[in-house]
């Protein structure tokens, strides 16, 4: 399969763990995006990376979440001392630019806070 | 990003026509068209998109209207596996590379296919 592969798929935690999602791109894609979608809403941006460089950050994207693409491949996000209302599905996506402007989604890291 | 207005939900008949309007009135003239759609516990799915001509490709048409205020999906024969939120964006295409060039989502169209 060469989608957009997210690991894990489910995670459920204790309220300040810390936790880490994968994302692995498709393979010739320049951009990556995080996204997150809570019950009944649409998916919300969180941030993208062109490469390896993150060119920005939504507002939703506290101090507590961190995220990075080393080497302009994977990307992983991490969320620190986690809250309840962190609880979401995290959705990744990719995308080659220029081109269509076509996001390919992979299929989320669902994140349960206890 | 120009926001859209989607109806939230919609029935359809199974094997009929599935028509599911977006509008987006104070769209830009470098601003396509996109739909997604997202079946429950999977991530979206590009669908199809277009700036001012109708398109069709293998899952769906697109017709939008001559002002761009408006446009309107059509899945010509809905089966059972349609049953989605179906997302209206409009947005500039990432041909520049400029800008978050991400998707804004709203809530969508719940569309629920009837056997």
């Known amino acids: 399969d060469t989608g957009v592969s997210q690991d894990p798929r489910h995670k459920i935690t204790k309220r300040g763990q810390n936790v880490t999602f994968r994302c692995d791109p498709i393979?010739?894609?320049?951009?990556l995006y995080w996204y997150r979608q809570t019950l009944g809403q649409g998916p919300e941006f969180l941030t993208y990376f062109q490469n390896e460089a993150q060119l920005e950050k939504s507002r939703l994207l506290s101090d507590r979440f961190s995220a990075e693409r080393p080497k302009g491949s994977f990307s992983t996000l991490e969320i620190q001392r986690t809250e309840q209302g962190d609880s979401a599905m995290y959705l990744c996506?990719?995308?080659?630019?220029?081109?269509?402007?076509?996001?390919?989604f992979g299929e989320g890291s669902r994140l349960t806070v206890l | 990003d120009a926001k859209t207005t989607q109806p939230p939900s919609m029935d359809c008949a199974e094997g009929r026509a599935a028509n599911l309007p977006c509008n987006h009135s104070?769209?830009?003239?470098?601003?396509?068209v996109y739909w997604y759609r997202q079946i429950h516990s999977q991530g979206p799915q590009y669908i199809i998109h277009?700036?001012?001509n109708n398109e069709t490709n293998e899952m769906a048409s697109l017709i939008i209207t001559e002002d761009r205020k408006s446009s309107t999906l059509i899945l010509p024969h809905a089966t059972l596996r349609d049953t989605a939120v179906y997302y209206c964006?409009?947005?500039?295409?990432?041909?520049?590379?400029?800008?978050?060039?991400?998707?804004?989502f709203g809530k969508g169209t719940h569309l629920i296919i009837q056997p």
């Open positions: 393979s010739e894609h320049n951009r």
């Open positions: 996506a990719s995308s080659l630019v220029p081109g269509t402007g076509e996001l390919f």
């Open positions: 964006i409009v947005r500039v295409a990432g041909y520049s590379g400029g800008g978050a060039d991400g998707l804004t």
């Open positions: 277009g700036l001012k």
């Open positions: 104070t769209i830009s003239g470098n601003e396509y």
